[in-house]
């Protein structure tokens, strides 16, 4: 049995085209790239990494859900919902799991419709700006929140 923690990283719409969506604003890696980064990461620190994308709201709070009970954190990109969607927002406010969100580009320094985000009052932090990296950054923070070590 696996005894790991598991994470489960959440991936909204749109971001099944990374790689040739806008390149010059979200780069060139491709989805699958970062999901083998964050798998690998996730191995090294002691993670089981559930990585999933969809383009399809009732889905995305369909596995926020099941999260509750079978998962230790979420980890949530969720694309243009971020700042749409207040059902998403109350799927993880009812899932009682620390949760991190990550954005690829930094939203702060975008059109200003992108400067509110709906799921950040459930968040524990919010990581933006750093490309695929930010969900490497993300994994890291979620060991030491379900360890305790931080708060
Ligand atoms: C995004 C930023 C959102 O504003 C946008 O709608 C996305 C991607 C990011 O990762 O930078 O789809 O979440």
Redesign the pocket.
Known sequence: MDSRPTILVLN????NMLGVRQPE??GRETLGDIEAMARERGADIGLTVDFRQTNDEGELIEWIHEARGTAEGIVI????L??TSVAVLDALLLCELPVIE????N?YA?ESF?HHSYISPAARGVI?GFGGRGYLYALDAMTRLIAGSED
């Open positions: 909204g719409p749109n971001l604003i979200y990109n969720a694309g243009a971020t700042h990550v954005h690829l580009s939203i975008r992108r933006c």
